[in-house]
Nanobody, 121 residues
Framework: QVHLVESGGGLVQPGGSLRLSCAAS????????MAWYRQAPGKQRELVAA???????SYAESVKGRFTISRDTDENTVLLQMNSLQPDDTAVYYC???????????????WGQGTQVTVSS
């Protein structure tokens, strides 16, 4: 099994910063992409940022210029630096990875348990 453990969420004032961290562990043969999603109350889960195995990044329009995703491939970790946070960023943030446990199985998605980010004065 592949396990994802997130950390770094919390309460922050508007304009503040937080850094989320996610570590993948377990029976991992290879990791393709890693990403962060978020889900606000009453809304669908949405992609926030993603990074490929080659380091290519993509962002939701709403976070471009404020959030930065990075990855340590040796440690199987992904970070999300969030700056200039706004109340609309309030959500549960989920780490996601597309990985293989062995070379002969297809890629599949794995999810963390989620970490709460609240932006409020």
């Amino acid at each position: 099994q592949v396990h994802l453990v997130e950390s770094g969420g919390g309460l922050v004032q508007p304009g503040g910063s937080l850094r989320l961290s996610c570590a993948a562990s377990g029976s991992i043969f290879s990791i393709n992409s890693m990403a962060w999603y978020r889900q606000a109350p009453g809304k669908q889960r949405e992609l926030v940022a993603a990074i490929s195995s080659g380091g290519t990044t993509s962002y939701a329009e709403s976070v471009k210029g404020r959030f930065t995703i990075s990855r340590d491939t040796d440690e199987n970790t992904v970070l999300l630096q969030m700056n200039s946070l706004q109340p609309d960023d309030t959500a549960v943030y989920y780490c996601n990875t597309r990985a293989k446990r062995t070379s002969w199985v297809p890629w599949r998605d794995y999810w963390g348990q989620g970490t709460q980010v609240t932006v409020s004065s």
